[in-house]
């Protein structure tokens, strides 16, 4: 199947050489070509161009784009879709005065969806979440990370990978799962770390390796959930299956975790909402990238990620949603584009480049997502009318994706 877009005002992120991702200063250019063609075939992108070029190849369907900005889809490297119910009351709760910090501090937060998800079949959980990650193709996503970490027994972690593995196999977006076993420590080890951390790394991980269920690791590194040391034994022991490491750090406080992430090869640390210039020093020249996540910011009132900051040390930056019940029930990568323009003062360029190539580079997925590529999977957003891409963050609340192509074929 071949389709041909043609007459598109504005192509974005047009990428000739290979780029796995972008830092500092070049975030700020987005390579962009005015009155262009793009040709898919099969999955991928055949080619692309200006109208003077345009071919007009036989059997291909035609989509004309006068007037619209089309662009590669999002590329969200770090969400937590797979997940039972809400928690809905809580966010009532914090409405009426109390913090993240203390509902958990009282047993609620992720344990409280852990409770749930424990109590929920299977197909029951792969029925919520394949309604989400429908809903988030729809709003232009073609490649998610999904985390596991509300199951917190090997029985529902096992659940939450399974399911996220028939969500790969099912739907055309890529999909990267990442095992979360520390995301929090279960009611009865909250005396006894030792032997939470022996189930995860003696019974947890064996079992999903032995079905290969997971690409990632992840720990929730932070005051009060994972410390510098646990975070460093999980990061071995992922290692040990082949499993780099995605790390949540950051949060709330900074405790020297960013180092420790990039001395044990991360390719991501995700939040980063509190960060010292220790942690920039860290992260400069490494391979890790600085992933923030605007919506959780926004959703639960703190601060957001000091995105000026990093990208005048040179640093790279890349954007995801945080798709989860507790602290960001929202999978729209349009909003967090929209976010990251107007509380972090990133520019539109720099925020499309954060959430296409760079989101790309934090799940792997770089050589074959995130940019306009001769060869790369035609996952494509075409906009409605837009007088420039400029709209996209301007009209924060208003949808402006008008179809998404995934994987060669219009969803
Ligand atoms: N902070 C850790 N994990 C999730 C929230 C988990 C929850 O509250 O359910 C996050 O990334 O924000
Ligand atoms: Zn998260």
């Given at each position: ?162 399911v996220i593995k028939r969500l790969k196999e099912t739907y055309p977006a890529a999909i990267k ?29 064996p079992a999903i390796a032995e079905e290969g269920l997971a690409d990632y690791i992840d720990a ?192």
């Open positions: 199947m071949k389709i041909l877009i043609k007459n598109i005002a504005e192509l974005l992120q047009v990428r000739t050489t290979p780029t796995d991702r972008v830092s500092g200063a070049d975030m700020a250019v987005l390579p962009t070509l005015n009155n262009a063609w793009l040709l898919t075939e099969g999955t991928t992108i055949a080619g692309f161009g200006t109208m003077d070029t345009c071919p007009a190849p036989e059997g291909a369907e035609v989509i004309d784009a006068t007037g619209r900005a089309v662009l590669p889809a999002w590329c969200d490297s770090h969400t937590h879709m797979v997940y039972a119910g809400s928690r809905v009351q809580e966010f009532v709760d914090r409405i009426n005065g109390l913090s993240y910090e203390e509902i958990a501090a009282r047993g609620g937060g992720i344990l409280n969806s852990a409770a749930l998800l424990n109590e929920t079949d299977e197909e029951e959980l792969y029925r919520q979440s394949a309604a989400r990650l429908e809903e988030v193709m729809r709003l232009g996503t073609g490649a998610v990370e999904i985390k596991s970490g509300y199951g917190l027994t090997v029985q529902g972690e096992l659940k939450m990978l399974r799962a990442t095992f979360l076993g520390a995301h929090a420590f279960p009611k009865e080890y909250k005396e006894d770390h030792k032997g939470y951390m022996g189930l995860i790394i003696n019974e947890m991980l929730f590194l932070e005051t009060g959930y994972f410390s510098v040391e646990e975070t460093e034994r999980i990061m071995e022991a992922g290692q040990k299956y082949g499993l780099p490491a995605k790390i949540h750090v950051n949060q709330f406080t900074a405790i020297h975790g960013i180092a420790a992430c990039v001395r044990h090869n991360a390719l991501s640390v995700d939040h980063l909402e509190i960060v010292t210039d220790e942690d920039i020093e860290a992260l400069k020249g490494t391979a890790t990238m600085p992933v923030a996540l605007p919506s959780c910011s926004y959703f639960i009132s703190i601060p957001y990620t000091p995105a000026r900051k990093m990208l005048q040390a040179g640093l790279p930056l890349a954007l995801a949603t945080d798709f989860n019940p507790g602290t960001t029930p929202s999978g729209n990568m349009n909003f967090v584009v929209a976010t990251a323009c107007i509380k972090m003062r990133m520019t539109p360029e720099e925020a499309i480049n954060a959430a296409t190539i760079n989101g790309a580079y934090a799940m792997g997925l770089s050589k074959t997502h995130g940019s306009i590529t001769t060869g790369k999977k035609a996952n494509i957003i075409i906009t409605r009318p837009v007088s420039s891409y400029y709209q996209l963050p301007y009209a924060f609340g208003t949808n402006l994706v008008e179809s998404v192509i995934i994987n060669g074929k219009v969803i």
